[in-house]
């Protein structure tokens, strides 16, 4: 098993890495951060946001991934769908193209200004003081701009 933890300093930004210090002396606090875990799990895990927002971008997630709207980093190796083989349902192209319909109208329904930030932490899986960061936010402003627009994204998908 691999392992995804690091030691960070902590600062008033929140988790960095961390520098040697020199003669293996620690001169500040430092956490331990798991860097397989999402930005989103992270933020429900230590209670900022609801079972029911982290369903939401976890929704959005899925279709961002079903819609393969990531980039390809090589050749793909999915097997090839013979016609008759009697699988029932969508074919997976079909499937793909439902996935994107239903990704666009959740961000179209989070919102002008608010696409950003559901972007850049739910489906790229930016930390949110970086994602603050490089929209040029005000440090600390990301967590509550993300929960309007996964409260929007909650409704587009109907999730109680």
């Excluded at 397989?36 to 900022?48: I, Q, T």
């Excluded at 980093?73 to 074919?91: I, S």
């Excluded at 608010?114 to 489906?123: A, F, P, Q, S, Y």
Aim: with cysteine; charged share 30%.
């Amino acid at each position: 098993m691999t392992r995804h933890l690091v030691e960070r300093e902590l600062t008033p930004e929140g988790p960095r890495r961390r520098p040697a210090a020199p003669g293996g002396l620690r001169r500040s606090r430092s956490v331990t951060v798991n860097l397989a875990e999402s930005p989103l799990a992270w933020l429900h895990a230590r209670g900022h946001l609801s079972d029911r927002l982290h369903d939401a971008g976890e929704a959005l997630r899925a279709d961002y991934e079903r819609a393969q709207l990531p980039a390809n980093v090589t050749m793909r190796w999915d097997p090839v769908r013979v016609k008759g083989t009697g699988e029932r349902g969508l074919a997976p192209t079909e499937k793909q193209i439902a996935a994107r319909r239903r990704f666009d109208g959740a961000i179209k329904a989070a919102g002008k200004g608010l696409e950003d930030i559901l972007w850049r932490v739910v489906c790229a899986g930016e930390a949110l003081p970086d994602a603050e960061k490089s929209l040029g936010w005000p440090a600390r402003s990301g967590k509550l701009v993300l929960r309007i627009a996964l409260e929007r994204v909650a409704e587009f998908y109907r999730i109680t």
